[in-house]
């Protein structure tokens, strides 16, 4: 089944567990799929036995608001938009809007939960 066929997904924590099921099934559902992570070698571990002309690999840190927006501009550079963001945890798309937005957060517990927001902001002038 190709139900993503031609739509861009941006895929944060897909390194590993959760991220990466995500990251290998929106490919196998014929998606583009820009893999973000703080472990380059882990993402291509992901993206093994995949066509890699269908992904983009970009390690980075996205509680860093710059990073955020390369990681967007570069989606879009290599396949003309992007969709929605696949938030790792089911809870971070609430959060950030209660705490205030684009902030950068120094406990690790909180850029987990609100990290996934400024990618979400950046990128939707390109959905």
Not at 61 to 86: N, P, Q
Request: aromatic share 8%; glycine share 12%; with cysteine.
């Amino acid at each position: 089944m190709n139900r993503f066929e031609g739509k861009v997904v941006i895929v944060t924590g897909a390194g590993s567990g959760i991220g990466a099921g995500t990251a290998r099934r929106f490919l196998q559902e014929g998606a583009f799929v820009v893999l973000n992570g703080l472990r380059e070698h882990k993402l291509h571990e992901t993206i093994s036995g995949f066509d890699a002309s269908k992904s983009l690999i970009h390690a980075g840190d996205v509680s860093d608001e710059e990073y955020t927006k390369r990681l967007v501009k570069d989606s879009v550079t290599k396949f003309g938009k992007t969709g929605r963001a696949r938030q790792q945890r089911r809870d971070c798309a609430l959060w950030p809007f209660a705490q205030g937005m684009n902030r950068i957060f120094s406990d690790p517990w909180q850029v987990t939960r609100g990290a996934s927001y400024p990618v979400s902001e950046d990128q939707s002038p390109h959905v």
